[in-house]
């Protein structure tokens, strides 16, 4: 009898003893949603939100235990709903979606922009100089002097240097658009403007010169377009040297700080403008920076939350008009004593973590290979079967990975990963690896470390959108000390340029016979 009594006790006290915990989490849960919401409204004069870019979890379902949530992996990635301030019928959603219409498709045509200029200024390009020959021919040709060798040699040369200049210019300009940078490219521009005024001024001369006066000797308006097509590709040699020969040579070392996690990697440039600069950090990002995860970033976040959620303020002397500036006080005060013994649960937090990591990764890996060998043996029954009916590497994946799936989810929800894989993608990376025939330590190196953000679905980095932040003219050379900032929507990166200093080398003689020696042996010996 007393046992029971003990036993209901304990209980009783245990149970009150999680409703707190779980009333003080719940608190705390709403403070940061809250806190979210005050930091992104603030944001929203400096970052342009994609309406297209994926949601990132919420940090209350991934530091939540992985033991309560079920075992269905398609029940994972549905978004949890909860209320808001702020609420949207249809029709509201519909007339949102027509408002942002209309900017996305002319965002689409500014971006094709640039290429359309570059095929008419090609087209004007080489259409000039056959017209230079057309014209006489159409104009006056009873008074046209006969073409002779030397004019037809011309005809030759011409029709070679279009056929080049064509072709070069193709491979040169007509690209398709890397990125939609804030400013107009200057060399760009600058090539571009020479051109034209190399074209007017040669129809000025033309139609002065030639079509004025009817000239009559016929060699010499093709020579005048053949030198046309010659200064045509001095202008794109001139093109070569300053889009893609210019920048080469290394002048500034860039660091590159990841603002979330401080992730940093350094990459040496060359004499180009920041929002080029800018263009090449990004492209460099995606292949070298592992994946943003938002989800491990909220546990030092969860247990600041945590600690100022189990204290109470109480007021003794009544409401006051500073009752808040005291309470607020008050926490900082208790909060500052508490901090000597905050490291203590930090420390078993992270060990019983990597233990858990341990743990899960010791099953995951005993299930990926059971799963693997049973491939093997599969295959090995195949061999035996008619042509006809053999298993699609598709159709092996699907079978073998239920016996995996509750390993495997259980780990991407311990180290809060399961928003970066779906199931769709983790079936097809296995059929991926049972058609070319990889081990299962291969097939897990995705899951088991973090890679780059190419390395994972589109939804994670096609759709998302960054802001140029610096003081300085974006279209301006990167110079020594030269700061700027590119902004996602979570995240920024961070970047300080330096220039490389000038290094000098000194040369030192060694004269090859000071390495040689004499050795001398004498020919008596001890006995």
């Given at each position: ?105 002319k965002l689409n045509c500014i971006r094709f922009l640039p290429l ?368 700027f900032q590119l902004k996602s929507s979570d995240f920024s990166l ?34």
């Amino acid at each position: 009898m007393d046992t029971e009594s003990i036993h209901s006790g304990y209980s009783h006290h245990s149970n009150r003893s999680r409703g707190s915990n779980k009333q003080s989490e719940r608190s705390s849960r709403d403070r940061h949603k809250s806190h979210s919401q005050d930091s992104s409204s603030r944001s929203d004069k400096n970052v342009t939100i994609s309406t297209s870019s994926p949601q990132p979890p919420q940090p209350d379902q991934s530091s939540a235990p992985t033991d309560a949530q079920d075992d269905n992996w398609g029940e994972t990635t549905t978004a949890v709903t909860g209320t808001s301030d702020h609420s949207l019928s249809q029709e509201d959603l519909a007339g949102f979606g027509k408002d942002i219409e209309g900017p996305v498709e002319k965002l689409n045509c500014i971006r094709f922009l640039p290429l359309i200029l570059t095929l008419v200024l090609g087209l004007l390009v080489l259409v000039t100089p056959l017209a230079f020959l057309v014209l006489p021919q159409l104009l006056w040709p009873e008074r046209l002097q006969a073409c002779g060798t030397a004019c037809e040699g011309l005809f030759l040369s011409l029709a070679f240097k279009l056929l080049i200049l064509l072709l070069a210019g193709w491979a040169l300009f007509v690209r398709p658009a890397r990125a939609s940078l804030p400013r107009i490219a200057v060399f760009r521009a600058l090539l571009g403007l020479l051109t034209l005024l190399l074209l007017l001024s040669y129809w000025l001369f033309f139609g002065v010169r030639i079509l004025d006066s009817q000239d009559e000797n016929y060699q010499g308006i093709v020579q005048f377009a053949v030198s046309l097509v010659d200064a045509l590709l001095f202008i794109h040699y001139l093109a070569v040297v300053l889009l893609e020969i210019r920048h080469l040579q290394p002048c500034f070392s860039l660091c590159v700080v990841r603002s979330t996690d401080g992730e940093t990697r350094h990459y040496n440039l060359g004499q180009i403008s920041i929002q080029r600069a800018a263009l090449v950090i990004l492209e460099h990002y995606y292949k070298d920076f592992s994946v943003h995860n938002p989800a491990l970033l909220t546990a030092a976040k969860s247990r600041a939350a945590k600690h100022l959620a189990g204290l109470k303020v109480y007021n003794v002397d009544g409401a006051g008009s500073d009752a808040a500036t005291a309470q607020s006080r008050a926490k900082i005060a208790a909060a500052a004593r508490q901090r000597d013994t905050s490291h203590n649960e930090l420390y078993y937090e992270e060990a019983e973590h990597d233990r858990r990591v341990r743990k899960r990764k010791a099953r995951l890996v005993v299930a990926v290979e059971e799963a693997f060998t049973h491939v093997r043996r599969l295959q090995e029954e195949e061999k035996k079967k008619p042509p006809g009916d053999e298993m699609d590497p598709r159709e092996a994946a699907q079978a073998i990975f239920p016996s995996m799936a509750r390993a495997l989810q259980k780990y991407l929800r311990t180290t809060r990963q399961q928003h970066c894989h779906s199931m769709d993608s983790i079936q097809a990376h296995l059929a991926f690896c049972i058609t070319h025939n990889m081990t299962p330590k291969a097939f897990l190196e995705s899951y088991l470390m973090s890679g780059p953000t190419l390395q994972y679905g589109r939804e994670c980095w096609q759709s998302r959108q960054w802001t140029l932040i610096s003081e300085a003219s974006v279209t301006s050379p990167l110079r020594h000390g030269t700061e700027f900032q590119l902004k996602s929507s979570d995240f920024s990166l961070v970047v300080t340029s330096k220039s490389i200093p000038h290094l000098k080398l000194s040369e030192e003689y060694v004269n090859p016979k000071s390495h040689k020696f004499v050795l001398q042996l004498q020919s008596e010996t001890s006995v």
